[in-house]
């Protein structure tokens, strides 16, 4: 198997999912949709300012309304967005909205993805999320319950991956979720380098877990 890419910036085999493609590019809005999240990953790097609080951020500016994050696309010449929180479920009235006005805005070809734990994804969700337009669902299964959301994803015309953080010491279940993937046609595995940040230092480091290179990734 052929690895590709800058070492520097990650790397990759096969073809890169289109957000990737797009944010490798500097064209993807970072949509923080909402802190709010019912799950409580002993890793989550989430800012204390954010987790938790029902606030929208594009790139780093928070937002009031989707005329904002328009107006944020267009600062930026976005080529695309990518919805994160929290769980952007939760708040799924607006995750709704905005995918439905950016395309309004700027075209069908203006790529949308989403991450989720997929604790709350049913088919009503899927459908609504496909009839807005949303591009690709990216599930961070914090269960391997949630697996159940990824089967259901797959049943829509929609790119379906997995984004995993990349934990020293849980190498037998990435590879068991990565052989699962492989198994269901799950389209793409992201693993995703761990890292230390003012939140999650002191769980990460009470588990032997500590920065080795760059500025925070986690040793290991
Ligand atoms: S699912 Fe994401 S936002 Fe929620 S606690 Fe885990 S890492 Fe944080």
Redesign the pocket.
């Known amino acids: 198997m052929t690895i590709i890419g800058n070492p520097e910036i990650g790397l990759y085999t096969g073809k890169l999912p289109k957000g990737c493609e797009l944010c490798r590019l500097g064209g993807k809005l970072v949509l923080f949709i909402t802190g709010e999240?019912d799950?409580?990953?002993y890793?989550?790097?989430?800012s204390d300012d954010r987790?938790g609080k029902n606030r929208i951020f594009a790139n780093e500016t928070e937002v009031k309304d989707a005329m904002d994050v328009i107006y944020e696309a267009y600062r930026m010449k976005a080529l695309g967005a990518g919805i994160t929180?929290?769980?952007p479920i939760l708040e799924i009235g607006r995750v709704i909205e905005i995918i439905d006005k950016l395309k309004n805005e700027f075209s069908s070809d203006f790529h949308i993805h989403l991450y989720t734990?997929g604790r709350y994804v049913n088919d009503d969700v899927m459908k609504e999320l496909v009839s807005a337009g949303l591009d690709e669902i990216r599930f961070?299964p914090?269960k391997e319950l949630y697996l159940n959301a990824v089967k259901i994803a797959l049943k829509y015309d929609i790119d379906v991956g997995l984004e995993l953080p990349a934990i020293p010491n849980e190498g037998d279940k990435i590879v068991r979720l990565v052989k699962w993937a492989e198994e269901n046609n799950v389209k793409f595995v992201n693993l995703n380098e761990l890292e230390l940040n003012a939140r999650n230092y002191l769980n990460l480091n009470s588990k032997g877990l500590h920065a080795k290179h760059g500025i925070t990734g986690v040793e290991g």
């Not at 890793?43 to 989430?46: F, H």
Request: a negative charge.
């Open positions: 999240c799950d409580n990953c890793y989550c790097p989430v987790f929180g929290g769980d734990t961070h914090v």
